[in-house]
């Protein structure tokens, strides 16, 4: 296979969005990878809500996503680099 056009880094995952909650956003679609979303946050029914912000009007949308990428937001999320090293590093 020949890549015609090279995306940006893509870590799997990426689906396609639409930007804008009801009234707001520019209605543009996006395809929205995992290094996109943010502030993830578990629904009570095993999936996840998370944010993106589009890059063309950078208004943030709301969207469902799948648990299995939620949870790898989030991990990441969780994992940011700290200011100071934590003394209480678990060994993995
Ligand atoms: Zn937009």
Redesign the pocket.
């Known amino acids: 296979m020949k890549v015609l056009r090279k995306g940006r880094q893509q870590d799997g995952g990426a689906q396609e969005y639409t930007?804008?909650n009801g009234n707001s956003?520019?209605?543009?679609l996006l395809l929205v990878g995992e290094g996109d979303l943010y502030c993830t946050s578990p629904h009570h029914d095993g999936s996840y809500r998370a944010k993106f912000c589009?890059s063309?009007?950078r208004?943030e949308t709301d969207v469902d996503v799948p648990s299995h990428i939620g949870i790898k937001v989030r991990n990441r999320e969780m994992k940011k680099p700290t200011a100071t090293p934590s003394p209480f590093r678990h060994h993995m």
């Open positions: 930007c804008g956003g520019c209605g543009s589009c063309e009007c208004t």
